[in-house]
């Protein structure tokens, strides 16, 4: 079945550096690339997603790119903040309407 | 708009018990989904909707029924809990296809 592969599973980072979140996905049809921040004891959020006809896509500390070809695609936040500490999952869409998520990334921002 | 509205937000059941989780949205979307979440492993997709009368399996889809009479309203039936239904549920909802799609605030499910 389709699924998406999300690394790493923890990351910590100093305040002010950036953070780096990469995914893998098996469907080929997938053209839709969701991420979401869920913070402790809350829903998960949208907080940028990009579609599989644009290479890379940004809103202000947050990018994410797609390699369509190598089935990869990541999340980068610079300058990051306390307020960034979550944790951040990323999802594909499937060929039948599915959105299939990662594990997770636990993003520690240390003071 | 309230978005999409789960109830209830905690549960405790008893081994073989039964109970439905409710789920509605008022931004009139079409597609619905139910995951549920446990420690460490993200969200797997248990059921979903494109639509009114449609249904289709997710992921993680044995020991769950669900049903769509409705656009607004998308419950999960469990009919005989088990310990291993432990977990987070969250339904949510989204437009149409490769749109965003919006999250309950979650029921916290634990069987006994």
């Known amino acids: 079945g389709e699924n998406v592969e999300q690394h790493p599973s923890t990351l910590s980072v100093q305040e002010g550096d950036s953070a780096v979140i990469k995914c893998t996905y098996s469907?080929?049809?997938?053209?839709?690339f969701p991420w979401y921040k869920q913070e402790l004891g809350k829903r998960p959020q949208l907080i940028i997603d990009i579609r599989s006809n644009v290479g890379e896509k940004k809103d202000q500390r947050i990018a994410v790119t797609l390699n369509k070809t190598a089935k990869h695609f990541s999340l980068h936040i610079t300058e990051t903040q306390p307020e960034d500490s979550a944790v951040y999952f990323c999802a594909a869409s499937t060929w039948d309407d599915k959105i299939i998520f990662g594990k997770g990334t636990r993003l520690h921002i240390l003071p | 708009n309230a978005g999409v509205t789960q109830t209830p937000k905690f549960r405790i059941l008893k081994i073989g018990q039964s109970m439905t989780l409710q789920c509605t949205q008022d931004m009139n979307h079409n597609y619905m989904y139910w995951y549920r979440q446990d420690p460490g492993m993200g969200l797997k997709l248990i059921y979903y909707?494109?639509?009114?009368?449609?249904?289709d399996k997710g992921e993680v889809p044995n020991g769950y029924n669900v049903s769509r009479s409705t656009t607004e309203d998308f419950p999960l039936r469990l009919e005989l809990a088990a310990p291993s239904q432990t977990s987070v549920y969250f339904c949510?909802?989204?437009?149409?296809?490769?749109?965003?799609?919006?999250f309950g605030q979650g029921t916290r499910l634990t069987v006994v």
């Open positions: 909707s494109v639509g009114a009368g449609i249904t």
């Open positions: 949510a909802s989204s437009y149409g296809r490769n749109t965003e799609a919006f």
């Open positions: 469907d080929s049809a997938s053209n839709y």
